[in-house]
């Protein structure tokens, strides 16, 4: 069973521009969160979205959002980027609606020059 | 009200000792405490967790304490092994929310 699939993996962008990230969750997994990971903050909570609804969203400015297809997969967008928003981005997925046996992927590393 | 309190920040052991991590919180609808370990360039895997009508968990070389009364509890990592050396995380959630609080991490190294 595949696991969760995070692309790209590495992106370098420069302030100011936007980037998307994707995310194929656990094939039946019908459960997508967000999480930043940084060294100061560690890894905070971005937001949630079950059979395409957004079901909670974290302390995060609106430059952050995303959106949830019909076949489960997920996309987050970063709007004008800034030098703080360089980080490790997960998605993690989970079979139902709750934050039990969440699965996470790699990741994909963001870096804004 | 929403933190989770991870301390040490990092920690060395000898193989087979038992490292110990501690975690505390706040907000009293957590109701369900997991534990992660993260190795480098991957993220961060379940390793046990934990609800509060329960004082102890284990699963192979790992336990759960938990404190209901003074909202904390533990990662206990029995004959710790080379291969352990990872970051741990604990976090909480509550119930139905899928939004899980994060502590800030332990780095744990056990030396051969």
């Known amino acids: 069973k595949a696991g969760v699939t995070q692309t790209p993996r590495y992106l370098i962008k420069t302030r100011g521009q936007q980037v998307t990230l994707s995310c194929s969750p656990i094939s039946g997994h019908r459960s997508v969160s967000w999480y930043q990971q940084t060294p100061g903050q560690g890894l905070q909570f971005l937001f949630e979205y079950f059979s395409e609804t957004q079901r909670n969203k974290g302390n995060f400015p609106g430059r952050f959002s995303g959106r949830q297809f019909s076949n489960s997969r997920s996309e987050m967008n970063v709007s004008t980027l800034e030098l703080g928003d360089s980080a490790l981005y997960l998605c993690a997925s989970s079979a139902g609606p709750a934050a039990n046996v969440l699965t996470f992927g790699a990741g994909s590393r963001l870096t804004v020059l | 009200q929403q933190q989770v309190k991870q301390s040490p920040q990092s920690l060395i052991v000898q193989k087979g000792g038992i490292p110990i991590i501690n975690c505390a919180y706040e907000n009293t609808a957590f109701d369900y405490f997991p534990w992660y370990q993260q190795f480098p360039g991957k993220g961060p895997a379940l390793l046990i967790a934990i609800r509060p009508d329960v004082s102890e968990k284990k699963e192979g070389r790992f336990t759960i304490s938990f404190n209901k009364s003074a909202k904390q509890f533990s990662l206990h990592i029995m004959d710790s092994q080379p291969g352990d050396s990872a970051t741990y995380f604990c976090?909480?959630?509550?119930?139905?929310?899928?939004?899980?609080?994060f502590g800030q991490g332990t780095t744990l190294q056990v030396k051969p």
């Open positions: 976090a909480a959630s509550i119930q139905n929310t899928g939004k899980l609080i």
